[in-house]
């Protein structure tokens, strides 16, 4: 029943039911959670099904107020709507946001603005939905209604808390919102809250989305060594001694190692290109040379 609230589902009978606590209210059956007494209200008692709106020229700027002494005086002479602005929230329960074509969707957007006006007593044209546009108001896929009613005259802040926080106006919207789009739905209105706050029109945003590519480039370094041994010729005692030449070509390419290059640090067993193996390749002529040098040495004392 109204005022209290079972988070378990499938209990058996309403007995199991909990009293919602002070600072909130059970609005409607079947409810998982109480509400919070929304801003400009109050509540010191257990299963209530409305909140007591604050006195002319004091306000609650929170939710969820447990006393009277809550309501503070509101700035500038206790005008609380010194704008003449207000921000109205609603929640609609099981609204079947994605099932909605764009028409019936404006459909109910449009027919809530209008029971927004007349309860407020403006125009249609003074309810706007956050981006500015006239005789509409802001759907969410939750469920969230926002809207701005604007240029109020005539009515305070508390007096219009005390119409839309009215059992009259949930109804008025739940039979506004079912009449679009249809019973199946089982709608139901949860909490309602009015907020005064100057309009400021947002600005419709998108989004930019930046793609980034790397390249990588492979760079191929050739070196090419040569050393080489000069051409001598010694001549003793008659005997000319070719030195003979060595050379040694040795090429390294280093690159970015693939399946078909080889690579460039040298195998074990490979010959080095050094002095050694200079001085290696140079043994047999110097061998010749010292024979020969021996064999001019035997004919002169001869």
Known sequence: E????????????????????????????????????????????FDKTACTICPEGKWTHSSGSLRAGDCTPCAGGGNCLPDGDARITIELRNFPYAELDTTRMADVEAALAEDIAAACGTNNESVVDVFGKESSVTISSDGQVSAFVKDVTGSSANELAARLYSASFRGELANTTIAIIGSEAHLSIGPISVKPEAFVALAPTS????????????????????????????????????????????????????????????????????????????LPWLLTLCLGLAASSGVRRK
Not at 250 to 274: K, Y
């Open 2 to 45: 109204v005022g209290t609230y079972q988070p378990a589902l499938g209990q058996a009978n309403e007995s199991v039911c909990i009293r919602c606590p002070p600072g909130k209210y059970g609005a409607f059956t079947g409810a998982s959670t109480c509400a919070s007494c929304p801003a400009g209200s109050w509540n010191d008692e």
């Open 207 to 282: 989004t930019m989305t930046t793609s980034t590519s790397t390249v990588t480039i492979a760079t191929t370094t050739r070196a090419t060594t040569t050393v080489r041994a000069a051409q001598t010729t010694s001549v003793r005692g008659g005997h000319s001694v070719d030195h003979g030449n060595v050379h040694r070509d040795s090429e390294q390419e280093q690159s970015t190692p693939s399946p078909d290059m080889e690579q460039s640090t040298p195998s074990p067993g490979s010959e080095p290109t050094s002095a050694a193996s200079i001085q290696a390749a140079a």
